[in-house]
């Protein structure tokens, strides 16, 4: 039984190491090769067809040739860690950051960008429960925390205006600061946001524990704002439109 346990498990990793890479392993004996060709062709498009579907931008921007070889080498070269056809793309990000360059340059991040709407998708997070009884007037005195299904992103480029027709050789100098948020309805969608505003989502998981109005101080002092009153009225009705949009909830 061992023996014969042996030799299958042998069988089948000399199948994958053709599957994976025909030209550089030999098929295994005895199997026709038009039978062959079939789990070859099935494999690598439903793999390619994944891909594309989660990376059209990266898809468009390398052109089809480039592209394909990407896959293939994706397809030869990494080993996954997990079987679930929905973390693919995880999977394909994890490749690229493993790799030594890349070009373009801008790839692993827009990858990233390009991952992350399916991400939020399928995360299991629920929208929480926003305390209905707190009104806007008294809104600066309560502790705001940032929706689970709101996330602030950072890039060096900006990832949002790449494609065909545009692909800088050097990152700007000021980053790209984005908000992903899942709605109500399931939609997925981007806006931009300021430095300010994106350094307020991340104080509220920096300093989960303090009041909107010393959220807004600490972030008044380090924006070196001399004009406190007139800040924390501007940080006040961010919040609260915030708030309304179910990125921020009290």
Same mark, same amino acid.
């Given at each position: #039984?061992?023996?014969?346990?042996? %030799?299958?498990?042998?069988?089948?990793?000399?199948?994958?190491?053709?599957?994976?890479?025909?030209?550089?392993?030999?098929?295994?004996?005895? =199997?026709?090769?038009?039978?062959? /060709? =079939?789990?070859?062709?099935? *494999?690598?498009?439903? =793999? !390619? /067809? *994944?891909?594309?579907?989660?990376?059209?931008? +990266?898809?468009? =921007?390398?052109?089809?040739?480039?592209?394909?070889? *990407?896959?293939?080498?994706?397809?030869?070269?990494?080993?996954?860690?997990?079987?679930?056809?929905?973390? +693919?793309?995880?999977?394909?990000? &994890?490749?690229?950051?493993?790799?030594?360059?890349?070009?373009?340059? @801008?790839?692993?991040?827009? !990858?990233?960008?390009?991952?992350?709407?399916?991400?939020?998708?399928? /995360?299991?997070?629920?929208? !929480?429960?926003?305390?209905?009884? +707190? $009104?806007?007037? $008294?809104?600066?005195?309560?502790?705001?925390?940032?929706?689970?299904?709101?996330?602030?992103?950072?890039?060096?480029?900006?990832?949002? &205006?790449? $494609?065909?027709?545009?692909?800088?050789?050097?990152?700007?100098?000021?980053?790209?600061?984005?908000?992903?948020?899942?709605? !109500?309805?399931?939609?997925?969608?981007? /806006?931009?946001?300021?430095?300010?505003?994106?350094?307020?989502?991340?104080? *509220?998981?920096?300093?989960?524990?303090?009041?909107?109005?010393?959220?807004? %101080?600490?972030?008044?002092?380090?924006?070196?704002?001399?004009?406190?009153?007139? @800040?924390?009225?501007?940080?006040?009705?961010?919040?609260?439109? #915030?708030?309304?949009?179910?990125?921020?909830? @009290?």
């Amino acid at each position: #039984m061992n023996d014969a346990a042996s %030799r299958l498990r042998a069988q089948q990793f000399e199948l994958t190491r053709h599957l994976r890479d025909p030209s550089a392993s030999p098929a295994p004996a005895g =199997i026709e090769d038009r039978r062959l /060709s =079939i789990y070859r062709d099935l *494999l690598f498009n439903n =793999i !390619a /067809s *994944l891909l594309s579907g989660n990376f059209p931008v +990266i898809e468009n =921007i390398l052109g089809e040739e480039r592209w394909e070889r *990407l896959v293939r080498d994706f397809y030869r070269d990494h080993r996954c860690h997990t079987p679930l056809f929905a973390e +693919i793309a995880r999977e394909f990000q &994890r490749y690229l950051q493993a790799l030594d360059a890349l070009d373009p340059p @801008f790839l692993l991040e827009l !990858a990233h960008y390009e991952w992350v709407e399916l991400a939020l998708q399928l /995360s299991e997070a629920t929208a !929480a429960r926003d305390d209905a009884g +707190i $009104g806007d007037a $008294g809104l600066l005195e309560h502790v705001p925390s940032l929706s689970p299904l709101a996330w602030p992103l950072a890039y060096a480029w900006p990832v949002h &205006r790449l $494609g065909p027709d545009f692909q800088p050789a050097q990152p700007p100098p000021t980053p790209t600061l984005l908000l992903l948020r899942r709605e !109500a309805d399931g939609e997925v969608r981007f /806006s931009e946001l300021s430095p300010l505003a994106y350094r307020l989502l991340q104080r *509220l998981e920096e300093s989960p524990q303090l009041t909107a109005r010393e959220q807004l %101080r600490a972030l008044a002092a380090e924006a070196g704002s001399d004009d406190e009153a007139a @800040f924390l009225d501007m940080g006040a009705a961010l919040l609260r439109q #915030m708030r309304a949009n179910g990125v921020v909830y @009290f």
